[in-house]
């Protein structure tokens, strides 16, 4: 899966979160963005998404209510979100309202049956996911092995194989 593809499913995730949340994100206009666009034509959309992703946890940070509420679809957006590091923040969000093991079990679910994008997001939200050794943690290597193994997706494959 491309770049702009995998930024136009997070970016959607994220708005459809922040409609159930009722909020509005003001991207305030920064010509730094657009000098920075010049190079590289992805990026506007980034900058977009971090305030959207920013907003969102700051909302679901403050409402507990409404994080256990929107679970299902922090979950969607944590499971679009293929950066190294954001995922977090939406992780944080989802450990508070469900705990560890209903965090990891959703993110081994997401490996074992999701599509190429939800598999490498998830195996990239395993970190922030406060994992520890045991059985969880050895089904999520295996499956996410297997994951890798018959991923067709050569991006994909690459994060479900990386150690």
Do not use: N
Request: hydrophobic share 40%.
């Amino acid at each position: 899966m491309e770049q702009p593809a995998r930024l136009d499913a997070q970016e959607a995730a994220l708005d459809a979160l922040l409609e159930t949340l009722g909020e509005t994100v003001e991207i305030p206009q920064d010509d730094r963005v657009d000098r920075l666009a010049e190079h590289l034509p992805d990026y506007p959309q980034y900058h977009r998404i971090g305030h959207k992703r920013q907003a969102a946890y700051r909302r679901l940070t403050e409402d507990r209510a409404a994080a256990h509420g929107c679970y299902p679809q922090v979950l969607a957006a944590l499971l679009a979100d293929d950066d190294p590091s954001s995922p977090r923040w939406l992780a944080q969000v989802l450990l508070t309202a469900g705990g560890r093991r209903r965090l990891q079990e959703e993110l081994v679910a997401a490996v074992e049956h999701g599509d190429p994008l939800r598999q490498a997001c998830a195996v990239g939200a395993w970190r922030w996911a406060d994992p520890m050794g045991g059985p969880l943690a050895e089904r999520f290597l295996t499956v996410r092995r297997e994951a890798a193994a018959r991923c067709v997706d050569p991006w994909a494959r690459g994060r479900l194989a990386a150690d």
